[in-house]
């Protein structure tokens, strides 16, 4: 039991870190370059999101009338280390409830309904988050009655209130976090773990075309400011920084997504691909035990190939639905390649001579 709180403690400590304005903005950047008015009279849920921590909140009240919404919605979860460490910010604000004089810590609702013109003087800061909604009678701040779990059913009815999920959620809780999206049918933009995406529930979703990904590169991870003192990959200007290895997912449209990859023959490949595994050499292996050929590196996929052909997971950064179908994920029984298609119970790699790589089934398209 002590190491199960042990365990659910580090867990939780890995979830603390925050995602930068800079990167929200490239991203939602995307979403509006397809759509100008993707967000337009939507109600926009952040469901993970302290507001004094959270850049979602900041983008989305900074940008509130440039991109129409009609409601931002935010909640913030009462076990996260940070939650209400700003909240001298309100001084004796009436509507906390206390405790011993200070005020208690809750997990909170925030609806913005209004954003009055910021003048665009100076940064926009806490103090500005504060004023909007201390202000403001359209908005509303008030404690939730739980934690701010965002199963609980609090929670859960502001996600049914809700069009559009933005949001950096729990990378621990990611197969609950996604089921629930589909589950209430939500459009989303989220952050998860890239080995997310072998996961047995969330693997088929984005085989079927229900989410993909992002605009932002996989390549080099994100960056996020971290809490975790003792975790920490780099400090940029007296901030704590860590990489994880991972991507945004959506089911929003955006334009990278219908661009096609550049490639080049088979034949042309093994003369002059980039890569050296290729080029001069003996590629693209059959498989043992499946009928796919083998192919290390997404810009190698062999335009003129007709058949199966296993390539790395990070194609999906590239993954293009009208210039490719998905078919499965290799399946490993531990000792090698056993052939088939996965079958969503066993992990999901492919033995391929002696190395042992994570494979991805595609099909170029009918043409
Ligand atoms: C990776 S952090 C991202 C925070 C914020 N969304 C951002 O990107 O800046 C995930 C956040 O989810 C919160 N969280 C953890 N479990 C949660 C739960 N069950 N329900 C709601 N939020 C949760 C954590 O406290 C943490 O602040």
Redesign the pocket.
């Given at each position: 039991m002590a190491n199960k709180n042990l365990t659910n403690a580090k867990k939780a400590k890995n979830?603390?870190?925050?995602?930068q304005y800079s990167d929200i903005q490239k991203e939602i950047a995307a979403y509006l370059e397809y759509n100008p008015d993707v967000f337009r009279n939507k109600v926009v849920y952040c469901?993970?999101?302290?507001p004094f921590?959270?850049?979602?909140f900041r983008y989305f009240v900074l940008n509130f009338n440039k991109l129409g919404l009609k409601q931002l919605i935010t909640t913030s979860?009462k076990?996260?280390p940070v939650a209400n460490t700003q909240l001298g910010l309100f001084g004796d604000d009436k509507t906390l409830s206390k405790s011993k004089g200070r005020p208690k810590v809750t997990a909170n609702k925030f609806i913005i309904n209004e954003v009055r013109d910021i003048d665009g003087e100076g940064e926009f800061n806490l103090k500005d988050v504060a004023m909007q909604l201390k202000t403001n009678k359209h908005n509303e701040w008030t404690p939730l009655e739980k934690e701010?779990?965002?199963?609980s059913p609090e929670c859960v009815k502001l996600l049914e209130q809700s069009d559009i999920v933005v949001?950096?959620?729990?990378?621990s809780?990611t197969h609950e976090y996604v089921k629930q999206l589909f589950d209430y049918n939500k459009k989303f933009v989220i952050i998860i773990n890239k080995s997310a995406v072998t996961y047995k529930e969330i693997f088929p979703l984005i085989r079927d075309n229900k989410m993909w990904s992002g605009k932002t590169g996989w390549s080099g991870g994100l960056w996020f400011v971290t809490m975790d003192v003792d975790d920490v990959d780099k400090v940029i200007g007296g901030v704590n920084m860590k990489n994880t290895a991972s991507a945004w997912f959506t089911n929003l449209d955006h334009g990278r997504r219908h661009q096609p990859i550049p490639l080049m023959t088979m034949k042309e490949n093994l003369k002059y691909s980039k890569h050296k595994e290729i080029k001069g050499k003996k590629a693209y292996d059959k498989y043992v035990n499946y009928e796919a050929i083998e192919v290390p590196f997404t810009d190698a996929i062999p335009s003129d190939y007709d058949g199966t052909m296993g390539v790395p997971i990070s194609f999906l950064d590239k993954y293009n639905p009208e210039q490719f179908e998905i078919i499965g994920m290799a399946e490993d029984n531990g000792k090698g390649f056993s052939g088939g298609i996965w079958d969503g119970k066993n992990p999901h790699c492919v033995i391929n001579g002696e190395n042992k790589f994570k494979r991805i089934f595609i099909r170029h398209k009918k043409r």
């Open positions: 979830d603390e870190f925050y995602t469901n993970c999101d302290d921590e959270s850049n979602f979860y076990p996260s701010g779990d965002f199963k949001t950096n959620p729990p990378f809780l």
